[in-house]
């Protein structure tokens, strides 16, 4: 046996990880070696486990829930579901050549948002069976939403107002959807987030 080297071959490994030379160490030195590789790979694992949370906390979607009056929305036997600001349709007149006018409609809420708010709608009734409706008619609360978008597509936040009959916020939840690869929710997605968090909300004010 010359230099760990046995005629010709190398020396038998006690683990899968070590190479010829490290092999032909002496066996409390392996050992020692060995001890050592495998509390890197540990810490350099933990590290990377740590930075990827840190990471998805940091960027994965939020609800922010504010309560400010609960009693009275325990009084609440149903809701009227639509948006915060409502946006008709209106005409802009232009006069483009001085002897014709051309006529610019502005329509009023976007596709998007009106999706947004039938997913809600259904979601709650349908799966939690909260007395919800959609058509304006008069209910005990309002809930109203304030949709923004991001500029490449899909919602960035959702800002939604709890109010009685006269237009007094009692609540507000602030969802934020999230802008990396990972964790970014899609339209259906982010409709069916938005609508357990308003259940969730609702649900834990009648359990106080």
């Known amino acids: 046996m010359v230099g760990g080297w046995r005629a010709g071959r190398p020396p038998l490994r006690r683990f899968p990880w070590e190479l010829p030379w490290q092999a032909s160490r002496p066996r409390q030195d392996r050992r020692s070696y060995n001890r050592e590789v495998l509390v890197q790979r540990h810490f350099a694992r933990s590290h990377l486990s740590a930075v990827s949370l840190c990471l998805l906390v940091l960027g994965c979607v939020s609800a922010t829930p504010t309560v400010y009056s609960p009693a009275p929305m325990r009084g609440v036997r149903s809701w009227d579901i639509g948006f915060a600001y409502e946006s008709g349709a209106s005409a802009e007149t232009r006069d483009t050549s001085g ?57 960035m936040s959702l800002d939604v107002r709890f109010e009685d009959r006269q237009g007094r916020v009692l609540a507000r939840l602030q969802i934020r959807n999230s802008d990396r690869n990972c964790c970014f929710k899609n339209d259906d997605k982010f409709a069916t987030y938005a609508a357990d968090k308003i259940a969730e909300l609702l649900a834990s004010i009648v359990t106080k």
């Open 99 to 155: 002897l014709r006018e051309t006529t610019i409609v502005h329509g009023g809420q976007a596709i998007r948002d009106l999706q947004l708010r039938d997913d809600v709608f259904f979601i709650l009734r349908d799966k939690y069976h909260v007395p919800v409706t959609k058509t304006g008619a008069a209910t005990d609360g309002a809930i109203r939403m304030v949709a923004v978008h991001y500029t490449f597509g899909g919602f």
